[in-house]
Nanobody, 119 residues
């Protein structure tokens, strides 16, 4: 699966951004697409994921109630709607894919998109 992330930018605290991740190369049935973020000197952190085609979503605690992951089946694109952004959400955001069978790893990665939240 090839992934292309976009939508990052600069926003003030309390604002919103929507990230997009376009997938290509194969069917996404049986896959989960996820969002991760990373800041300098820190490990990459899981943010959210959504399964295909079921649409089951998972979020890390720090973004629950603020971020929403959704998908467009026809466009093979997933979105991360980020509301009530905080300066601590500043990071490079990556999308990734893995099969949903047990033991599968996130083994397809898109390039990152930078999100900067100013206070």
């Amino acid at each position: 699966v090839q992934l292309q992330a976009s939508g990052g930018g600069l926003v003030q605290a309390g604002g919103s951004l929507r990230l997009s991740c376009a997938a290509s190369g194969r069917t996404l049935v049986g896959y989960a697409l996820g969002w991760f973020r990373q800041t300098p000197g820190k490990d990459r952190e899981f943010v959210a994921s959504i399964t295909w085609p079921g649409g089951t979503t998972t979020y890390t605690d720090s973004v629950k109630g603020r971020f929403t992951s959704s998908r467009d089946n026809g466009k093979k694109t997933v979105y991360l709607q980020m509301n009530s952004l905080k300066p601590e959400d500043t990071a490079v955001y990556f999308c990734a894919a893995r099969h949903t069978r047990a033991g599968s790893s996130w083994n397809s990665w898109g390039q990152g998109t930078l999100v900067t939240v100013s206070s």
